[in-house]
């Protein structure tokens, strides 16, 4: 995660200053905007990122079967031929825009002077990446309208609630595990998982308190039975490394390859700023707007578990 939050809009080549005359960014800048904002986040940068002109569309998806080879035989054609299958995911991005205002006084009278108006639109932007990674995983256009984040969490529809429909789910609020973390309750959603799956590159999605729940856990184990734990396996439940993902809620695990997960954008990215026209006179301000485009999806859902019900 980046530790100067200014850098998010430096590397992408934009100065606030420059976005005065519309703010439309290039193809090229809109993709190294929106990659910034993944790196606000700790698993932003490990999901898979495709960048698209059409806001709707389809990814292809390409596969093949197992235990393909044959025995050749010389001079001889048998006709055999492997097989590939191909199969398309859908998305619909949906539009969501982030504005600020900024009274000429605010500017005039701070402590920082004219760099508040970068500061501030350098915290816009890193919220920003931290806001979408919370929609990809959190997002329910079913949110009921008595949600307090309603208008946020109905935007679309997102990883988590796409898992619990179709992925291998775990409920840790049944017995045995009545809700308590587990070595065996990890190992269950582990071997849910089909074996080709299982190569290496999957990682644990957990919330950090989780993740301090899962070595507590460990701790007691060894108060109560002796013995000693393996240093990597505090951060390895069942040998698979583990990301903390503060916008992943508590009572829920992913366990999945992240390039699994896939946010689908547009080049349609536009940073806008005005201090121009009646609006921005008379009430003596400057006006900012992010607008973008997503769509988090997921290309194998047999490829991920769910555990829900943690307590």
């Known amino acids: 995660m980046p530790t100067n939050t200014a850098s998010i809009?430096?590397?992408?080549?934009?100065?606030?200053?420059?976005?005065?005359?519309?703010?439309?960014?290039?193809?090229?800048?809109?993709?190294?905007?929106?990659?910034?904002?993944?790196?606000?986040?700790?698993?932003?940068?490990?999901?898979?990122?495709?960048?698209?002109?059409?806001?709707?569309?389809?990814?292809?998806?390409?596969?093949?079967?197992?235990?393909?080879?044959?025995?050749?035989?010389?001079?001889?054609?048998?006709?055999?031929?492997?097989?590939?299958?191909?199969?398309k995911i859908e998305y619909a991005t949906t539009a969501v825009r982030l504005p600020w205002e900024i009274t000429e006084e605010t500017l005039r009278e701070n402590i920082e002077g004219q760099n508040f108006e970068s500061i501030v639109t350098n915290l816009m932007t890193s919220q920003l990446g931290v806001d979408m990674e919370d929609l990809y995983l959190n997002s329910d256009e079913a949110t009921l309208a008595t949600d307090p984040d309603y208008d946020f969490l109905k935007i679309n529809t997102g990883w988590l609630?796409?898992?619990?429909?179709?992925?291998?789910?775990?409920?840790?609020?049944?017995?045995?595990?009545?809700?308590?973390?587990?070595?065996?309750?990890?190992?269950?959603?582990?071997?849910?998982?089909?074996?080709?799956?299982?190569?290496?590159?999957?990682?644990?999605?957990?919330?950090?308190?989780?993740?301090?729940?899962?070595?507590?856990?460990?701790?007691n184990q060894v108060i109560s039975n002796g013995g000693a734990v393996p240093e990597s396996i505090y951060k390895?439940?069942?040998?698979?490394?583990?990301?903390?993902?503060?916008?992943?809620?508590?009572?829920?695990?992913?366990?999945?390859?992240?390039?699994?997960?896939?946010?689908?954008n547009s080049y349609g990215v536009q940073i806008r700023k005005t201090s121009e026209g009646k609006e921005a006179i008379m009430q003596d301000k400057r006006f900012y707007v992010v607008h973008l485009d997503f769509d988090p999806i997921i290309e194998e859902l047999d490829a991920a578990a769910l555990i829900y019900g943690l307590t």
């Not at 790196?39 to 059409?54: D, I, K, Q």
Request: proline content about 6%.
């Open 161 to 219: 609630k796409q898992l619990a429909g179709g992925s291998h789910v775990i409920n840790a609020g049944s017995s045995p595990y009545n809700g308590a973390m587990s070595l065996d309750l990890m190992y269950a959603a582990m071997q849910a998982l089909p074996n080709k799956y299982n190569n290496g590159k999957l990682r644990w999605l957990m919330s950090p308190k989780r993740a301090q729940d899962w070595e507590k856990y460990l701790y």
């Open 9 to 87: 809009i430096r590397k992408a080549a934009i100065q606030t200053g420059s976005l005065s005359g519309g703010g439309l960014l290039k193809p090229e800048q809109a993709r190294k905007f929106i990659q910034q904002t993944f790196e606000a986040t700790n698993l932003g940068p490990l999901v898979r990122h495709e960048m698209r002109t059409a806001k709707t569309g389809e990814i292809d998806k390409i596969g093949i079967a197992s235990r393909i080879v044959r025995k050749k035989t010389e001079n001889v054609d048998d006709g055999y031929r492997a097989g590939v299958s191909s199969s």
């Open 236 to 264: 390895s439940p069942a040998g698979i490394p583990f990301v903390a993902c503060p916008s992943m809620p508590n009572s829920k695990i992913v366990l999945t390859d992240p390039k699994n997960l896939i946010v689908v």
